[in-house]
């Protein structure tokens, strides 16, 4: 086989060049834009095969670190436990179901993270790891309050669909509220009514900006480090 007059770059070179995180941010990214507006019969269908992406890019995400392996095996019973619930149509499993997901999320997060500080340098990977740490944590915290609303109606005032939950339409109603605490917006059309809801928000907001602080910071030091090389 002929390689190009002038390339020595091997075949595997430019997938090399694709920032780790990417498609991970980019699944993140259409979650986020698809799941509020989303409230059409076979929804769910749709909003999880988005949220297969997400996890298979995960994978893709930390395939580095050296907790792939556990990672893998998490995202595989996540894979299962999500499908068998949708499959089955057995909402009992609910909490399991949500709870594995907030798990999987955490973890994600924490590696993304764990990478983030090993970084010694500021590059296009560097920031997509960031944003997607960030958007990461927004997710996790949907997944808590649909769980919460769920099991617990009336926990958050101001949902239109409180009178018969719906996990779809839950989850794209709190990813709103979610986006909303972590970047301190307060609209407040959506409010915190449980004991459990109400600190669970305000952790979230002190989180996404102590998040916001640190990171910038450690890029900032970074760039300036660099650069002074």
């Given at each position: ?6 390339s ?8 090399q ?12 990214l259409?979650?986020?834009?698809v799941?509020p507006?989303?409230?059409v ?27 792939r392996?556990?990672?893998g ?6 894979l299962?436990?999500?499908w068998?619930e949708?499959l089955?149509?057995d909402?009992?499993?609910d909490?399991l ?13 924490w590696?993304v993270?764990g ?5 010694r340098?500021v ?6 790891g960031a ?6 944590i927004?997710v ?27 996990r779809?339409q839950?989850g794209?109603t709190?990813l ?11 609209f407040?059309?959506i409010?915190?009514a ?7 928000a ?5 989180i996404?900006q102590?998040?916001?602080a640190?990171m910038?910071?450690?890029?900032v030091g970074l760039?300036i ?5």
């Amino acid at each position: 086989m002929h390689t190009a007059v002038g390339s020595n770059e091997p075949m595997g070179a430019p997938l090399q060049k694709v920032p780790q995180s990417a498609a991970l941010l980019v699944g993140l990214l259409v979650l986020i834009v698809v799941s509020p507006s989303v409230q059409v019969k076979g929804a769910e269908v749709v909003i999880e095969l988005i949220f297969d992406l997400i996890l298979l890019a995960g994978v893709y995400a930390v395939r580095a670190s050296r907790h792939r392996w556990t990672f893998g095996a998490l995202t595989a019973i996540t894979l299962a436990i999500r499908w068998g619930e949708i499959l089955w149509g057995d909402r009992q499993y609910d909490p399991l179901y949500l709870g594995l997901t907030v798990a999987w999320l955490a973890y994600a997060t924490w590696i993304v993270v764990g990478q983030l500080f090993q970084r010694r340098d500021v590059s296009i990977d560097t920031i997509f790891g960031a944003i997607t740490a960030y958007l990461l944590i927004a997710v996790a915290f949907m997944e808590l309050y649909s769980l919460i609303e769920l099991q617990r109606p009336g926990s958050f005032a101001g949902l239109a669909d409180a009178t018969e939950p719906n996990r779809q339409q839950m989850g794209g109603t709190m990813l709103y509220f979610s986006l909303v605490c972590l970047t301190t917006m307060g609209f407040g059309d959506i409010v915190p009514a449980s004991n459990l809801a109400r600190p669970l928000a305000a952790l979230e907001g002190v989180i996404g900006q102590l998040y916001l602080a640190i990171m910038i910071a450690r890029l900032v030091g970074l760039h300036i480090s660099r650069r002074n090389d």
